[in-house]
Nanobody, 113 residues
Framework: VQLQASGGGLVQSGGSLRLSCAAS????????VGWYRQAPGNQREMVAL??????KYSDSVKGRFTMSRDNAANTVYLQMNNLKPEDTAVYYC?????????WGQGTQVTVSS
């Protein structure tokens, strides 16, 4: 199983980025899949999650971020709008089956003020 995250970069406050996470060896339709982030000195936190047919967001990104899934491409996306400096972190995608969690390699998002 491999999860390949991409799309990070440097953006000014108020800007937008779209992250992608493409999977091989696992079908996103069969597992829970989420986006997580970790800033320096902080614990990794959930940002958005597709599970049991519904999408959930952390309070800090609700209304600004949108997670979607392309079943044909076996890819999930995180559209991030109105980015803030506090959104700066390494973003990871995770797929969770009944027996194991799979993590992507992370992509850096840096928001300048």
């Amino acid at each position: 199983v491999q999860l390949q995250a991409s799309g990070g970069g440097l953006v000014q406050s108020g800007g937008s980025l779209r992250l992608s996470c493409a999977a091989s060896g696992i079908l996103f339709t069969n597992v829970d899949v989420g986006w997580y982030r970790q800033a320096p000195g902080n614990q990794r936190e959930m940002v958005a999650l597709i599970a049991s047919g519904s999408t959930k967001y952390s309070d800090s990104v609700k209304g600004r971020f949108t997670m979607s899934r392309d079943n044909a491409a076996n890819t999930v996306y995180l559209q991030m709008n109105n980015l803030k400096p506090e959104d700066t972190a390494v973003y990871y995608c995770k797929a969770s089956s009944f027996i194991k969690n799979y993590w992507g390699q992370g992509t850096q998002v840096t928001v300048s003020s």
